[in-house]
T-cell receptor, first 119, second 112 residues
Framework: NAGVMQNPRHLVRRRGQEARLRCSPMKGHSHVYWYRQLPEEGLKFMVYLQKENIIDESGMPKERFSAEFPKEGPSILRIQQVVRGDSAAYFC?????????????????FGPGTRLTVL | GENVEQHPSTLSVQEGDSAVIKCTYSDSASNYFPWYKQELGKRPQLIIDIRSNVGEKKDQRIAVTLNKTAKHFSLHITETQPEDSAVYFCAALGGSNYKLTFGKGTLLTVNP
């Protein structure tokens, strides 16, 4: 059972270009979460998606950033007109069901991340 | 929303000693608390988690304790080894569920 896959692992873009980050969840997982990690910082929640639905995008900047999780294919995090401040590691995670506490045994599994560098 | 504070930000111990990392959270409805280990350039990996229906959980050299009244939880690593050196993150799942809020991390260095 392959883990969460992300590609590319490293992405270099010049200011103003577009960045597309892909995430394939673990087999059987239909819930995807995107996080951003700045150097020496924790992970910041960006967006939570289920297949074909954005459930919560409260952590994602309203401009230039968008995310999707189509019926077929990977989840995509898209950053338009990148700026130097977008340079970070972007991690996605997946879970089989909506993450919950209590008697649930589910957890989130992280992908290897995409390290975006904006020149 | 949930706020998670993690201390210390750096921790250096001698091999064989114990290490303790502490986190506090703000949302009293939080009910799931995972700990992740992240080595340089790698993905965060779950090492242990605890849910609100238990107060302590142990897995070999790693243990986590939870005090819901005080809203804090701690990671304990005993008999530390150099390969334990990494950044450790605590997280809390708020009452809304699905959204993990992470602490800023603790850089643990185990000196041989």
């Amino acid at each position: 059972n392959a883990g969460v896959m992300q590609n590319p692992r490293h992405l270099v873009r010049r200011r103003g270009q577009e960045a597309r980050l892909r995430c394939s969840p673990m087999k059987g997982h239909s819930h995807v979460y995107w996080y951003r990690q700045l150097p020496e910082e924790g992970l910041k929640f960006m967006v939570y998606l289920q297949k074909e639905n954005i459930i919560d995008e409260s952590g994602m900047p309203k401009e230039r950033f968008s995310a999707e999780f189509p019926k077929e294919g990977p989840s995509i995090l898209r950053i338009q007109q990148v700026v130097r401040g977008d340079s970070a590691a972007y991690f996605c995670a997946s879970s089989p069901r909506r993450l919950a506490g209590g008697s649930s045994t589910d957890t989130q599994y992280f992908g290897p991340g995409t390290r975006l560098t904006v020149l | 929303g949930e706020n998670v504070e993690q201390h210390p930000s750096t921790l250096s111990v001698q091999e064989g000693d114990s290490a303790v990392i502490k986190c506090t959270y703000s949302d009293s409805a939080s009910n799931y608390f995972p700990w992740y280990k992240q080595e340089l350039g790698k993905r965060p990996q779950l090492i242990i988690d605890i849910r609100s229906n238990v107060g302590e959980k142990k897995d070999q050299r790693i243990a986590v304790t939870l005090n819901k009244t005080a809203k804090h939880f701690s990671l304990h690593i005993t008999e530390t080894q150099p390969e334990d050196s990494a950044v450790y993150f605590c997280a809390a799942l708020g009452g809304s569920n699905y959204k993990l809020t992470f602490g800023k991390g603790t850089l643990l260095t185990v000196n041989p």
